[in-house]
């Protein structure tokens, strides 16, 4: 018998280091999430994070996760990011070769994503969820 409390449970990744940030420690910003926030992060982790470490077989590393505005500002991230509402995680698997072995597996997977993003040539690979993800790939 299934388990609601187990359906919504992160497998792979903890909200520590969705939301963990050196720039937020040394400048001592806060950035702890809400609810609303938690929740967004939750559904990133079980439609496309978690799938996406299940297929890739490997440890998956989240550079950055949740940034509160001023963490965002902090970092240059853009306006409209939707690491601020905790629909967004960066990710890398330690090369760029790597990296985009894990971009193409993501692109051609059926997940949910809404954006899916190769940053300064696999340097990382940005990555969101949203309910009716757009499943959009763009090259920055
Ligand atoms: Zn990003």
Redesign the pocket.
Known sequence: MKNTRDNKAMKWFTPDELTRSETAHRLGIDNRPDGVVMKNLQELVRHVLDPTREMWGRPIRVT?GYRCTALNAAVG?SRN???ITGR???ITVGSKAANERLFEMIRRSALPYDQL?N?RDYS?I?V?YAPCGRRQVLAL
């Open positions: 950055s991230g990011s939707q690491h967004a995680a960066d993003i940053e990382w940005h969101s």
